[in-house]
């Protein structure tokens, strides 16, 4: 019994390629890689009709869940941003509503008692 083999998706469509350019035919491919003629046809209809399933890499893999972090990441910063935004305008607006205005002490008041 012949144990599974894994091609990718690259090698299927440079085969296919090949046997649609005429460089080889679908025997002369199938005896080369020793693969079933009726497995590069299934590899073929597939390409031709758009259906041929896109695996991802193990690096794209890991590439996805780390962005996948960063957009959470970002999403908590920019809600963190936008909370001290309207905390600043907030407290901006309650001291200029808050009717008191601060000044230094007058000269003459700063001396102490009057003579």
């Not at 025997?27 to 590069?40: C, G, K, T, V, Y």
């Not at 009709?49 to 890991?62: I, L, T, W, Y």
Request: charged share 35%.
């Amino acid at each position: 019994m012949k144990k599974y083999r894994f091609h990718s998706d690259e090698f299927k469509r440079n085969l296919v390629a090949e046997i649609d350019s005429g460089a080889i035919t679908l025997s002369e491919a199938a005896r080369q890689h020793d693969l079933a003629p009726s497995l590069i046809e299934r590899w073929r209809k597939q390409i031709h009709d758009g259906h041929m399933r896109v695996r991802k890499s193990p690096h794209e893999k890991q590439l996805e869940k780390e962005l996948d972090r960063c957009k959470i990441k970002i999403a908590d910063l920019s809600m963190q941003v936008d909370l001290l935004k309207k905390l600043n305008e907030t407290s901006a607006l309650s001291r200029r509503s808050s009717g008191y205005i601060v000044t230094p002490k007058a000269p003459d008041q700063s001396k102490g008692p009057a003579e």
